[in-house]
């Protein structure tokens, strides 16, 4: 099963787009069978992902051959499926649907969670940074992040998996810095209050004193 990188003109889960060729490029292999049919594997990110597949398939021929307990995991597609049934919140429901339903456009079919790997949610933070702030990036990747990890709730042969490391976009801390129209107005509205304020008083001051000199006037 040699590994290739095939090309296409239009846009398919998986593959991206290749500025050299102007394309759309995935790394894949094709299988060959013993009745001599083939049948071609793609839609992986990158030429790690394609390899960890090949060995995984090589794994399961040899565990065939021996007669060996696997162990089954369940797809990224369930293991979203039955975090989305936990939210009771229906807001919180509405905004998860979104979010990873737009994930899960993105990875190959049939995607196992064992098989899953850091470079499948980078792919969601590398589509979506394009399109809103890393803010809202980070945010709509712990949606991800706590479907990943909350797996084992509903599939209990889940508590020994280990989960890939949650990537995370790039948030920059800016400064705040003062606006000087801002601090401008604010200095005006502060000293028309003192002024104010200075004129209630003296206002005041001069009714008590017209009220002292009419009490002395007439007695």
């Not at 200095?187 to 001051?205: E, G, I, P, V, Y």
């Amino acid at each position: 099963m040699a590994i290739k990188k095939f090309y296409s003109n239009k846009a398919k889960a998986g593959w991206r787009w290749d500025e050299k060729t102007k394309k759309f490029s995935s790394w894949g292999y094709d299988v060959r069978f013993e009745d001599g049919s083939r049948k071609r594997e793609n839609g992986f990110a990158s030429k790690q992902l394609a390899e960890n597949a090949v060995s995984r398939i090589r794994i399961s021929e040899k565990e065939g051959k021996y007669d060996l307990t696997r162990r089954e995991f369940p797809l990224v597609l369930e293991v979203c499926e039955k975090r989305l049934k936990r939210i009771e919140s229906k807001k919180e429901r509405t905004r998860a649907v979104t979010i990873l339903n737009r994930w899960l456009a993105m990875l190959p079919p049939n995607l196992k969670i064992n098989e899953l790997a850091q470079s499948h949610i980078r792919l969601y933070i590398n589509e979506r940074i394009t399109e809103v702030k890393a803010v809202s990036v980070n945010r709509e990747i712990t949606v991800i992040g706590s479907a990943l990890h909350s797996a084992y709730v509903d599939f209990p042969e889940l508590e020994t998996w280990t989960c890939p490391r949650i990537p995370r976009p790039k948030v920059e801390n800016k400064p705040f810095r003062f606006s000087k129209t801002s601090l401008s107005e604010k200095r005006k509205k502060k000293k028309f209050r003192r002024s104010d304020k200075r004129k209630r008083q003296a206002k005041k001051l001069a009714l008590v004193f017209v009220w002292t000199r009419f009490q002395f006037t007439f007695p």
